[in-house]
T-cell receptor, first 114, second 112 residues
Framework: GAGVSQSPRYKVAKRGQDVALRCDPISGHVSLFWYQQALGQGPEFLTYFQNEAQLDKSGLPSDRFFAERPEGSVSTLKIQRTQQEDSAVYLC????????????FGQGTRLTVV | GDSVTQMEGPVTLSEEAFLTINCTYTATGYPSLFWYVQYPGEGLQLLLKATKADDKGSNKGFEATYRKETTSFHLEKGSVQVSDSAVYFCAPLKAAGNKLTFGGGTRVLVKP
């Protein structure tokens, strides 16, 4: 595709609800990253995939957060039992190979937990 | 752990003014250094990067030099335009890592 596509763009969830956020990376990009951006702050790293392998998940804030990329293309970030502190913009980025090559970011999914 | 300190905004300038956004970092080893920009309503975009000490990254009239001795990567532009209004993020990438560490961002507003 032309760029990294994320859906939905906006999501309102009731506290305790499970949500799934989707990322379609640029075709052929090996690396995929998820970041969380709280209001007025810089993005914070959540997890990194190389093809279908999740090589780094050190930034996931709790075991309620789970990410997958089963076929090495589309990725899903799932948050179980959402809480208010999960409210943020979730950014997905992809690159040809690793973070030292240019990472292309999607526009993000704004999650609001009420 | 690694951290980034960016000057806080907002920074308000007139067109054709000189812009500097300071960025310093702490990191183990010698990271690659990036500036990303987020224009209103758009996703983050790579603005420029430098991969080793004394390298200068440049793009769209912006420049930043990788200063190892001061662990800094300040962003400069000699003459800003209204279209440069955006949020700018400094981000080191740890050597041999895949984790960008972003600063808090600096909002720049350029007035005609």
């Amino acid at each position: 595709g032309a760029g990294v596509s994320q859906s939905p763009r906006y999501k309102v969830a009731k506290r305790g609800q499970d949500v799934a956020l989707r990322c379609d990376p640029i075709s052929g990009h090996v690396s995929l990253f998820w970041y969380q951006q709280a209001l007025g702050q810089g993005p914070e790293f959540l997890t990194y995939f190389q093809n279908e392998a999740q090589l780094d998940k050190s930034g996931l804030p709790s075991d309620r957060f789970f990410a997958e990329r089963p076929e090495g293309s589309v990725s899903t970030l799932k948050i179980q039992r959402t809480q208010q502190e999960d409210s943020a913009v979730y950014l997905c980025a992809s690159s040809l190979q690793g973070a030292n090559t240019e990472a292309f970011f999607g526009q993000g999914t704004r999650l609001t937990v009420v | 752990g690694d951290s980034v300190t960016q000057m806080e905004g907002p920074v308000t300038l007139s067109e054709e003014a000189f812009l500097t956004i300071n960025c310093t970092y702490t990191a183990t080893g010698y990271p690659s250094l990036f500036w990303y920009v987020q224009y209103p309503g758009e996703g983050l975009q790579l603005l420029l990067k430098a991969t080793k000490a004394d390298d200068k990254g440049s793009n769209k009239g912006f420049e930043a030099t990788y200063r190892k001795e001061t662990t800094s990567f300040h962003l400069e532009k000699g003459s800003v335009q209204v279209s440069d209004s955006a949020v700018y993020f400094c981000a080191p990438l740890k050597a041999a890592g895949n984790k960008l560490t972003f600063g808090g961002g600096t909002r720049v507003l350029v007035k005609p």
